[in-house]
């Protein structure tokens, strides 16, 4: 007790005394202020701040984001250098996300210090933003908001920064944003590069099933060329290089663009030259390219007819405006390839031997890459990919079922995707293997059978080109505590007086300091304290504005839709709203309101801040209401809080707004794209399915929807393609709008009799959002689709901006089919058998639905549906009927609907079935009789001929005659 009454004194006299001191000091102040002149006030300033600056080695150099009218590079490239240096012990952090980029960006916030070490020196950088009012003569005074970066260092390393480390902060700058640039794919229309899009083509080099010394020597040719610019120089070259690729469809040519595209950061320009009139157009366009770029024209050879040089002087009165080989080799290989540098050039055939010779040879296709079927480099790549094994007990036995066989990467993919089940996806493989080994060992023994049967007809001509035509196809990411003190009640009087004079001390020393020492001096001593401060605190906080500049920030927005899920019973002061579009009430946080959100394990307070500013405008005081979060979190969970709870907001918010929204039906007219509103009512629970293929189809969708991130680690575009076949009224188009109610996707009808050309098929898919079902119904009947074969060598049938094929097949699977993402692509045909091999292949349509006639799992549903029975005393005797007559669920659905007495639905069924059965028995009459007749056509026809043989020989007419 006796301790504490002295401790107690203590304190007090210190307090008396340093009281004394800042009230001597204040009237000092005055007195100087009041009677000494205001030059001997300055130069007293003057000499104090001098004294100081002597003291002080620091150096603070000025980095405004704007000079005058211009933006300042040097700031921005420092705004994007600093966002890599962000430190732990920061305790504010801005976050933010535009609906173009992928990432959330962290910057430090207003007021936040970094320091950086470069080559040994410190350099601290300090953000500072301040409103500032200027004056104009059309809108008068106007408030803006002005930001600048503070850089201090010590003096003698100034020429050090000037020489060293700003232009180092430049070329980081550089290399941040190519990093960050998102890639891009350009299309022609005409002589024009029209329209572009982001290129998210998954592939890379490491994910691409190829021969791994082929894809060594690709990845050693492009490194090499892009460090030659100096060589191709010397030399007397272009500074470019050309790329044939060439193989069977399915075995990667695309998605080898892509992988160098993705390796070189390349943007790609994919030249389509059905659209192009002249040679003069072709110039325009390769002028229009960037250096730094890929062009590349997918299969070339069904592109255009492109004419032999040879032939065009004899040819030339066909078409002056033709683009013509000379024409192509000349911006290949011409004066006119020098426009640009740092180009690839890629040509893609499945043909290699239908091009010019002239076409292939060594400075204009520089590298001949076969895209071959895939062998056991490329399958362990895809097994590696897909399921992460390197080695397996089967792998012996596909890698030599793989040297008997031909099979592509695009078929060996789709195997592999089937089931996640590495056991039950290999096992699948083997039986395709084994299927086709059986199918090349029939063909085989077809051929030997057709080329003995040549071999007696003398027809050695044909032998010779079938030998040629098979050479050909088989060549080769504390403080320290503090005691907590309890104070009798006798000290209670003493304690509150030691308060008042800390708290009035403080005040004053607060205001000497701001008055009598330099800023200088003022801003060390606040960093300084701010700094020991931090180090005790272990709460992080990131502010979450509503607007960057003048881009809405869609973190903000996706953080008001997910905390719209997290509304708590407590909270007394919410908002409600209810638009005149939307079905349901939306109640969210009201201003100052808050709420705690639990994340894998983390605590999350969250608080919405609102602010009023004052914007004057046109000499008029305007009001500006400014609206952000405040997320506070232990400094522990930064990593967390960036790398899963953010992109966890994200993903929530637009699942949110997909539950919320109404899907759309969009149809095309041309170019565009209109909708309304999709109010098909057919679910996969009320579809008339066989129970194990519904099963299937649900599995198969639920997996595809949960495999972003499996898609982007194999390589491949998120997408899935279905092929719907079987007659008319089996459900193909309830099936379709089943899955788009069941994904919660928007449906897009792409009819294609209205689209004048690939370019606009292209642009069509561009206009396509993630999260959608592309349809082509009746493929078959849709347009007239040449076969690939075909293309190019039929040019009077075919105008040439009609849509091809080949341009179909790159719409589906090629460069531009991973324009968006999440998307289901549905084929629909009567006939499956009418459809080019190319448009069925894995890769393009994965799965093939048959969608056969009703069967009696497939009527229980329907009567489930329409009369909520599941059995009656009639059943057994309509699935007999079923299993001998073929009928549609269409056609049942009819009779079921006919009316409310399900009795009488069900004796018209059966009235139905008999009848169809009644009108199959008669067709088997019909056919038998029909068959008869034929056979005593055929004898009597014999007769015939017989008669008219021996008539001429003998001149007599008559068969009795002539037997006489």
Known sequence: MESRSKAMETTKNYLTTAASVAA?????????????????????????????????????????????????????AANNYLRTKISPTMKRLRASKSEDKNKVVITFDVGEEIIDIFQGVEYKWKLVSQEETQSNSRYGETSIQVRWFELKFHSKYKDLMLNNYFPHILVRSKEIKAADRQLKITMNKYDEWNYSIELNHPATFETLAMDAELKRTIMEDLARFVKRKEYYKRIGKAWKRGYLLFGPPGTGKSSLIAAIANYLRFDIYDLDLKEICSNSELKTLLIGMPNKSMLVIEDIDCSIDLINRDEEKKTKSNDDEDVTLSGILNCVDGLWSTSGEERIIVFTTNYKDRLDPALLRPGRMDMHIHMGHCGPDGFRVLASNYH????????????????????????????????????????????????????????????????????????????????????????????????????????????????????????????????????????????????????????????????????????????????????????????????????????SLDDGEGLIDIFQGAEYKWKLVSEERESPRGGVDMTVKVKWYELSFHNKYKEITLNAYFPHILERSKDIKAADRRLKLYMNQYESWSSIDLNHPTTLETLALEAELKQTIIEDLARFVKRKQYYKKIGKAWKRGYLLFGPPGTGKSSLVAAIANYLRFDIYDLDLKEVSSNTSLKRLLIAIKNKSVLVIEDIDCSIDLQNRDEEGQDKKKHNKHDVTLSGLLNFIDGLWSTS?????????????????????RPGRMDKHIQMGYCGPNSFKMLASNYHDIDEHPLFEEIEELLKEVQVTPAEVAEELIRSDDVDI????????????????????????????????DGDDKQIDEEKQQVGSKTGVSDWEASEV
């Open 388 to 587: 992460c094994i390197d080695d397996h007990p089967r792998f012996e036995e596909i890698d030599e079922m793989l040297k008997e066989v031909k099979v592509t990467p695009a078929e060996v993919s789709e195997e592999l995707l089937r089931s996640d089940d590495v056991d039950i996806a290999l096992g699948g493989l083997i039986q395709l293997l084994h299927k086709k080994r059986k199918e090349s060992q029939e063909e085989k023994r077809r051929a030997e059978d057709s080329h003995e049967n040549k071999q007696r007809d003398g027809d050695s001509k044909e032998i010779e080109e079938e030998k040629q035509h098979v050479e050909s196809e088989t060549g080769v990411s504390d403080y320290e505590s503090i005691e907590e003190i309890i104070v009798d009640q006798d000290w209670s009087q003493d304690y509150f007086t030691t308060i008042a004079s800390i708290t009035a001390s403080t005040m004053l020393a607060r205001t000497l300091l701001n008055e009598c020492l330099p800023s200088e001096l003022r801003s060390l001593a606040s960093s300084s304290m701010a700094k020991l401060f931090s180090h005790f605190s272990t709460e992080h906080t990131i502010i979450i504005q509503q607007t960057e500049g003048l881009t809405p920030n869609e973190l903000y927005d996706a953080a008001s839709t997910y905390l719209r899920t997290k509304i708590s019973l407590s909270m007394k002061r919410l908002r409600a709203s209810k638009s005149e579009d939307k079905n349901n009430i939306i109640v």
């Open 820 to 840: 968006g993402e999440e998307r289901i692509i549905v084929l629909t045909t009567n006939y499956k058998d009418r459809l080019d091999p190319a448009l069925l």
């Open 905 to 936: 639905c069900l004796a018209c069924l059966i009235q139905l079935l008999n009848k169809k059965k009644k009108e199959v028995q008669g067709n088997k009459e019909s056919a038998k009789d029909s068959q008869e007749n034929k056979e005593k």
């Open 24 to 76: 001597s000091a204040m009237l000092a102040r005055t007195v100087i202020n009041e009677f000494l002149p205001s030059e001997l006030r300055s130069l007293a300033s003057t000499g104090i701040h001098k004294l100081f600056g002597r003291v002080s080695a620091e150096h603070t150099i000025i980095i405004r984001q704007t000079e005058g009218l211009n933006s300042n590079e040097l700031y921005d």
